[in-house]
């Protein structure tokens, strides 16, 4: 599986936009960029993913790099919320598309506090 | 409600029962996981399971067992378990095994004692 690098934590303040970096330089050409977060006691939860253009939605945007090496996960506003482990992740094209690598592998993602 | 439940949320065993986890989800999705998160580890995935047949044993023990009786519910039999298969067991599900995004469930917080 190609592999994804984050800081282990950052710090942000309540109502500031936040840029969640991710280092992905071995990814193939077919390769999804996926972004979860976990909020404490809880399951993940999808946030966003893309494959070359930028993408928005409710929750937040991704902007990926034009050689697609990296990618940025953007929260406009953050709230308190928002304090999560946020995980940037590869995934291969599923069974449907031709691939056989479709597994979601998480790492340990990036640690955010949210400060009041 | 993520609209994946699992069931019990919280479990303590000792190592000679048998358990059962549950999972349902009525979201219409055809694949189902099971993920294993050991403290201060990253996510594990045991089990994939797409249109109730098994796809994916990530060289788990046989002291879990899962079960995938239809597309919407999905069991982990537990038995003689260890100490260190304490964890938090995670369901997921996706519209299939294809590039969807994955809907979690709470989890369900087991302790071997």
């Known amino acids: 599986d190609a592999k994804t690098t984050q800081p282990n934590s950052m710090e942000s303040n309540e109502e500031e936009p936040v840029h969640l970096p991710c280092n992905h330089s071995?990814?193939?050409?077919?390769?999804?960029i996926h972004w979860y977060r976990q909020l404490p006691s809880q399951g993940p939860e999808y946030v966003i993913h893309?494959?070359?253009s930028n993408v928005n939605n409710r929750m937040a945007s991704l902007a990926i790099a034009e050689d697609r090496k990296s990618s940025t996960l953007i929260l406009h506003r953050a709230t308190l919320r928002d304090a999560a482990v946020y995980y940037c992740?590869?995934?291969?094209?599923?069974?449907?598309?031709?691939?056989?690598?479709?597994?979601?592998?998480f790492g340990k993602g990036t640690l955010l506090t949210v400060n009041p | 409600e993520t609209g994946v439940t699992q069931t019990p949320r919280h479990l303590v065993m000792g190592m000679t029962n048998k358990k059962s986890l549950k999972c349902e989800q009525h979201?219409?999705?055809?694949?189902m996981y099971w993920y294993k998160q050991s403290a201060k580890k990253p996510l594990e995935l045991m089990f994939v399971?797409?249109?109730?047949?098994?796809?994916e044993n990530n060289s788990v023990p046989s002291r879990f067992s899962p079960e995938c009786p239809n597309s919407s519910h999905l069991f982990l039999h537990l038995h003689t378990l260890q100490p260190e298969d304490s964890a938090l067991y995670l369901c997921?599900?996706?519209?299939?095994?294809?590039?969807?995004?994955?809907?979690f469930g709470s989890g369900t917080r087991l302790t071997v004692v």
């Open positions: 997921a599900s996706s519209q299939d095994t294809d590039n969807y995004g994955y809907t």
């Open positions: 071995t990814i193939s050409g077919t390769d999804y």
């Open positions: 893309g494959l070359t």
């Open positions: 992740i590869l995934r291969a094209p599923g069974l449907y598309s031709g691939g056989s690598n479709y597994k979601l592998t």
């Open positions: 979201l219409g999705h055809n694949a």
């Open positions: 399971y797409n249109f109730k047949e098994q796809t």
